[in-house]
């Protein structure tokens, strides 16, 4: 069974430009969820999709990210334009169902550097 | 509001030693309790996990943890550590009644010295 793919696994932009990432979850997960994980830090959920709708975003910063699910499978999300406290890991997991307890299957993440 | 503590950010133990790290969570319900590791460059992987019942639980590894209610803690044991059991270790909670968000501690980074 393939694994939880993320694109690109490394990216460095100058302040206030803007950045893409891409991920696409296990076959058959209806949940996906893109967390930030700073140095030193456990990772802390950015937001949360239950096929193509938004349960939670709570912790996004909506003036500078978005995300987006098409067709309820590959996700994509942005910052725009990027500050320096943006430099971070960016991860993206999918699970079977939102509901608690599922197993939550993580790709291996993209670093972002800010400079 | 929920969270995770992991007290220690950093442990070295020797090869073929025990190992426990520690994991205290404040959670109002009876929480859904887990252990990821991380090794560089790759993303977390799940270690175990605690829904209900049984309160020691065996995970992948040769890893266990015990959930202690009376102590809101959640520790992983392993009772001899190999060098590739090197990488960062997290301890998450989740609602047992809502969404599956994971809140995560802030990690411990395990050396192992040979």
């Known amino acids: 069974e393939a694994g939880v793919a993320q694109s690109p696994r490394y990216k460095i932009i100058e302040k206030r430009q803007s950045v893409a990432f891409w991920c696409n979850p296990i076959s058959g997960h209806a949940t996906l969820y893109w967390y930030q994980q700073i140095l030193g830090q456990g990772p802390k959920l950015l937001i949360q999709?239950?096929?193509?709708?938004?349960?939670?975003d709570s912790q996004l910063p909506k003036d500078r990210f978005s995300a987006e699910r098409l067709k309820g499978v590959d996700s994509t999300l942005k910052i725009q334009p990027a500050k320096l406290e943006d430099s971070a890991v960016y991860l993206c997991a999918s699970s079977l169902d939102g509901v608690g307890g599922y197993e939550q299957y993580f790709g291996p993440g993209t670093r972002l550097t800010v400079t | 509001a929920q969270s995770v503590t992991q007290p220690d950010i950093h442990i070295t133990v020797s090869e073929g030693a025990s190992l426990e790290l520690r994991c205290n969570y404040s959670y109002g319900a009876t929480p859904y309790l887990f252990w990821y590791v991380q090794s560089p460059g790759q993303g977390l992987q799940l270690l175990l996990k605690?829904?209900?019942?049984?309160?020691l639980v065996q995970g992948i590894k040769g890893f266990e943890a015990e959930f202690k209610r009376s102590q809101s803690s959640f520790n992983l044991r392993k009772p001899s550590v190999h060098w590739s059991d090197a990488a960062e270790y997290f301890c998450a909670v989740a609602s047992s009644g809502g969404y599956n968000k994971l809140i995560f501690g802030a990690g411990t980074r395990l050396a192992v010295h040979p």
């Open positions: 605690y829904f209900s019942g049984d309160t």
């Open positions: 999709f239950q096929n193509n709708g938004v349960v939670d």
